[in-house]
């Protein structure tokens, strides 16, 4: 399939098969997205698979019971790490300047698009993907189960499988909205969003046989509305993430 048509197929999937997917076929596609541009060569990201079925059963029940961390045939917590940037200056006799925000920062948007790029080459591949932000819900008990040192913390998971399921593509904001020219003109964003909410609503409708009458506008203010993993910060700072 043409790259840009594989884009704009992507959609995530939360059921699959039962069949395996090849340890060499798994090292390519995790290869692939660790070969994504990384800032400053830092390559601060961490991919940790997980295999025991206990730590997945784990993992699911600290997301919220999402069973797609158990049933995907492989199962990772992609992790931004500044632990082994640490030891790199120790070992040229350095020491890395605590607490930097933006070396948090580095490290998550390299964390990022690693995955996204081993997103990429898993659905090249014929293999459908689900993204677990969740595992965020209770970072503490995951970082404890996958033993992970300072200055490393675990971003989100990623469920890989063969997909036993065809959803419809997801429809996204208009590039009228979310493309802008020179400068942010949003004079027009509220209408379009309109229009978009109305897309949103029939896409809803369609997919649960009428069940699910939202829009984007009510999914944003019913999560934005509230606080969001108000534990975070202390988490981060805990693990050496402190924020200069
Ligand atoms: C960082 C991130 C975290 C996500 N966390 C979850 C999750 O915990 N559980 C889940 O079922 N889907 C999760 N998703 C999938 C999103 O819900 C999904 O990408 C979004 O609704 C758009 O749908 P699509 O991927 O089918 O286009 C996550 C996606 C991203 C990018």
């Given at each position: ?6 884009l704009?197929?992507?959609?995530s ?17 995790i290869?692939?997205?660790?070969s ?10 961490t ?20 069973a ?16 082994r ?10 020491e890395?300047?605590?607490?930097m ?22 659905e ?7 993204y677990i ?19 490393v ?7 890989l ?28 964003d ?27 506008t ?7 509305g ?18 200069r």
């Amino acid at each position: 399939m043409d790259v840009i048509d594989l884009l704009n197929a992507h959609r995530s999937i939360r059921k699959f098969t039962e069949a395996s997917i090849d340890d060499t076929m798994v090292e390519s596609i995790i290869g692939a997205g660790l070969s994504a541009a990384t800032s400053s060569n830092l390559q601060g990201t961490t991919v940790i698979r997980v295999r025991n079925p206990e730590t997945r059963t784990a993992i699911a029940t600290l997301a919220g019971g999402q069973a797609h961390v158990e049933t995907a045939a492989a199962f990772f917590v992609w992790c931004a790490d500044l632990h082994r940037s640490a030891l790199a200056c120790e070992m040229d006799g350095g020491e890395m300047s605590p607490g930097m925000t933006e070396h948090f920062m580095i490290a998550t948007i390299d964390c990022a698009l690693a995955t996204q790029t081993a997103v990429v080459a898993a659905e090249s591949l014929g293999l459908g993907i689900c993204y677990i932000g969740s595992i965020r819900n209770d970072p503490q008990p995951v970082a404890d189960l996958l033993e992970l040192p300072d200055q490393v913390y675990p971003v989100f998971g990623l469920c890989l499988g063969w997909p036993a399921q065809d959803p419809q593509t997801q429809p996204r904001l208009p590039l009228s909205v979310t493309l802008k020219e020179e400068v942010y003109d949003d004079s027009n964003d509220v209408a379009r969003i309109g229009d978009y909410d109305e897309r949103m609503r029939a896409y809803y409708l369609e997919r649960t046989g009428g069940k699910l009458d939202r829009t984007w506008t009510s999914d944003m203010s019913a999560l934005l509305g509230k606080e969001s993993r108000p534990h975070m910060r202390e988490f981060l700072a805990r693990r050496g993430f402190t924020m200069r």
